[in-house]
């Protein structure tokens, strides 16, 4: 565990939602619920309710270069959470980031939909990170939905799906929120072969930034020091109360309540 008295610094690269359900609010909640400290870099900015998605716009390049080097040049960066990154250049540039921050856990959410349904990126901003990204990231968490675009297989199981993505990433957890079975099972799997099944009483709503809460806590608690397989049931075990204790701000989801 982390004894220096500054808590662990998680850089986020993440779109922010003005709805404040998910995006980088979600993981400056969800961080400072774990007593970890936010740093949030801005990589897309998105037009979104509780209901749905609009549009979004990736900001330049240069603008989120700019961003990481006024961070990274003054604070000690103990975590990595990537989120929305919105295009195959923002990849890229975020690619060019982690080289520069070797030996940080990172995790990856390949966001590519909203919790209701609205596209936050083409599959090939998925392809880009399966290929360029989770090589160098520590674990990743699709839903199965997005499991199912990096794998390239619209029915697949998560088994099936896990097959074909591990090769690229280090740990893989694939959440199962999106099906209608009676529990949720959310599967670990590690390239080494171990493998390790989640499983939680389903609630009932319908959730906004889940993904997010769930990713930037795993981040948290890999910076504060925790081994995967702590990090990944703490994890799963707050994101489940934040959606037990959820609010209902607006007409569509449920926001997490992280805090
Ligand atoms: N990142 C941003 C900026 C978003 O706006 C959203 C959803 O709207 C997400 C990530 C993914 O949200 P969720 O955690 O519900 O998958």
């Known amino acids: 565990m982390n004894t220096s008295s500054t808590r662990p610094i998680v850089l986020c690269l993440s779109g922010?939602?003005?709805?404040?359900?998910?995006?980088?609010?979600?993981?400056?909640?969800a961080l400072m619920a774990q007593g970890c400290h936010a740093a949030p870099t801005v990589t897309a900015l998105t037009v979104q309710n509780s209901i749905d998605v609009s549009d979004f716009r990736v900001l330049d390049a240069a603008w989120v270069l700019a961003q990481v080097d006024a961070v990274i040049s003054d604070l000690t960066i103990a975590g990595v959470k990537l989120g929305m990154l919105g295009s195959v250049?923002?990849?890229?540039?975020?690619?060019?980031?982690?080289?520069?921050?070797?030996?940080v856990p990172i995790v990856c959410d390949p966001v590519l939909r909203a919790g209701g349904g609205g596209s936050l990126g083409k599959d090939?901003?998925?392809y880009a990170m399966r290929e360029r990204l989770l090589p160098i990231a520590t674990i990743a968490t699709p839903n199965l939905p997005e499991a199912r675009i990096?794998?390239?297989?619209p029915q697949g199981t998560p088994d099936q799906c896990a097959e074909k993505i591990l090769p690229f990433c280090q740990h893989l957890l694939i959440t199962g929120g999106h099906g209608d079975e009676h529990e949720v099972h959310n599967r670990l799997y590690s390239r080494n072969g171990s493998f390790r099944t989640f499983t939680c009483e389903r609630l009932s709503g319908s959730y906004h930034g889940s993904g997010c809460t769930l990713a930037s806590t795993l981040a948290g608690r890999l910076?504060?020091?925790?081994?995967?397989m702590h990090a990944v049931e703490n994890a799963l075990s707050y994101t489940w109360r934040a959606l037990?204790?959820?609010?209902?701000p607006g007409?569509?989801?449920h926001f997490p309540r992280r805090l």
């Open 16 to 29: 922010h939602d003005p709805s404040g359900g998910a995006g980088l609010q979600a993981d400056i909640e």
């Open 223 to 228: 910076a504060l020091g925790e081994d995967m």
């Open 251 to 253: 007409a569509g989801q």
């Open 150 to 153: 990096l794998a390239e297989l």
């Open 89 to 103: 250049e923002m990849v890229d540039t975020v690619v060019q980031i982690l080289k520069r921050l070797p030996n």
């Open 244 to 248: 037990r204790d959820a609010d209902k």
């Open 124 to 126: 090939d901003v998925g």
